[in-house]
């Protein structure tokens, strides 16, 4: 099955829904200033990836001493919750934003493809449909919290990324052998958007090339735990997704959840909290300014705060924290479990 033959309804349909940059809510800022904060760096972002490597690297050593002993539980967890947030850098080198080199953002985004368990080549265009298309029902992919909500699988399974890595796994081996298939739902309705409907011919075989590469990789590391009769390569590969997912899942959900859809107006779609330089530098490459990224993409993470300060008179009010977030999430997700329509509504600036 090749490109020629997916289902061109889809992309006609996607292509009569005009929802270009100019036509989304935009801040009033300076272009000098805009100018200024797109400008990329690539100290600040070897800065950046150094400290998260470094990090990903010592704390893994550690972990491998502390096997065998109670020692390997806390350790283990550091480990798998700094490889699981490989999320966020997988998100900005993907945008090209980090570097100003763009052949370091390539390097470290097929690297930070695997660690975080995207397919590089699928998942770099579903997330500009994302952009292009945030949260408008059939067209975004990356939806997090469809309606109705159903809340064990949102706030117990997805907690460890269970249905993620399980659909990606499934997919990457269906890839691997060029079958494009869409899978059909119980209703055996097929899905109106798929994420083969949105990569480009050309790149079809780069994606089932990469494909082979991670299911290579995912079976040599069981063929190796299964020589050495240990499980140990399997907690450093992979699974460190599952286990040291929740932190990235308590920082990433909040993104969008509970809010519009098919808003045209990021305010009203997307969410920006505080967080302190630990979980939101660290971890999560300042994704917290979730408005700020998703207004001006081009802008790297390490300028966001500065936008978020230019801009922030003309945004809703932004959530003091995690704890304040997920005090306004939970309740909401309560109320759209049984009630498909209900959403946060935002207080906008006048």
């Known amino acids: 099955?090749?490109?020629?033959?997916?289902?061109?309804?889809?992309?006609?349909?996607?292509?009569?829904?005009?929802?270009?940059?100019?036509?989304?809510?935009?801040?009033?800022?300076?272009?000098?200033?805009?100018?200024?904060?797109?400008?990329?760096?690539?100290?600040?972002?070897?800065?950046?990836?150094?400290i998260y490597f470094s990090s990903l690297i010592i704390s893994g050593y550690i972990a491998y001493l502390s096997w065998g002993t109670w020692w390997s539980i806390p350790a283990f967890i550091i480990y798998g919750t700094?490889?699981?947030?490989?999320?966020?850098?997988?998100?900005?080198?993907?945008?090209?934003?980090?570097?100003?080199?763009?052949?370091l953002n390539e390097f470290f985004y097929e690297i930070s493809s695997f660690l975080a368990f995207f397919e590089p080549v699928s998942w770099r265009w579903s997330h500009a449909n994302h952009h292009s298309k945030t949260r408008h029902v059939d067209l975004d992919l990356e939806i997090a919290d469809p309606r109705p909500v159903k809340l064990w699988p949102i706030f117990f399974t997805e907690f460890f990324g269970y249905y993620r890595i399980k659909a990606e796994l499934i997919k990457i081996i269906k890839h691997s052998f060029r079958n494009f298939k869409i899978s059909i739902?119980?209703?055996?309705?097929?899905?109106?958007?798929?994420?083969?409907?949105?990569?480009?011919?050309?790149?079809?075989?780069r994606m089932v090339w990469?494909?082979?590469?991670?299911?290579?990789?995912?079976?040599?590391?069981?063929?190796?735990?299964?020589?050495?009769?240990?499980?140990?390569?399997?907690?450093?590969?992979?699974t460190p997704q599952i286990y040291g997912g929740p932190i990235?899942?308590?920082?990433?959900?909040?993104?969008?959840?509970?809010?519009?859809?098919?808003?045209?107006?990021?305010?009203?779609?997307?969410?920006?909290?505080?967080l302190g330089p630990i979980l939101g530098y660290f971890l999560y490459s300042n994704m917290q300014y979730?408005?700020?990224?998703?207004?001006?993409?081009?802008?790297?993470?390490?300028?966001?705060?500065?936008?978020h300060e230019l801009i922030k008179s003309q945004l809703p009010?932004?959530?003091?924290?995690?704890i304040d977030a997920y005090w306004e999430i939970i309740p909401a997700m309560l109320k759209q479990s049984k009630d498909s329509t209900y959403n946060i509504e935002k207080e906008l600036p006048s």
């Open 1 to 50: 099955m090749n490109k020629n033959t997916l289902n061109q309804t889809n992309l006609d349909s996607i292509e009569k829904i005009n929802l270009a940059n100019s036509n989304w809510w935009q801040p009033k800022i300076e272009k000098k200033q805009l100018k200024n904060l797109i400008k990329r760096s690539d100290t600040k972002a070897w800065i950046h990836t150094l």
């Open 82 to 103: 700094i490889y699981a947030n490989s999320n966020s850098r997988w998100h900005e080198y993907g945008h090209r934003t980090a570097f100003r080199t763009r052949g």
């Open 185 to 205: 739902d119980h209703g055996e309705n097929k899905p109106p958007l798929s994420v083969i409907d949105l990569v480009p011919k050309s790149q079809i075989n």
């Open 210 to 238: 990469t494909s082979r590469v991670f299911l290579l990789i995912i079976l040599s590391t069981i063929a190796y735990s299964f020589y050495l009769r240990s499980v140990i390569p399997l907690f450093f590969v992979v």
């Open 248 to 274: 990235l899942w308590i920082l990433a959900f909040p993104q969008h959840a509970g809010l519009k859809f098919n808003s045209s107006d990021h305010r009203e779609t997307t969410r920006t909290l505080y």
């Open 290 to 307: 979730h408005i700020e990224h998703h207004v001006f993409p081009q802008v790297p993470f390490y300028n966001l705060p500065k936008l």
């Open 317 to 322: 009010k932004s959530n003091r924290g995690l």
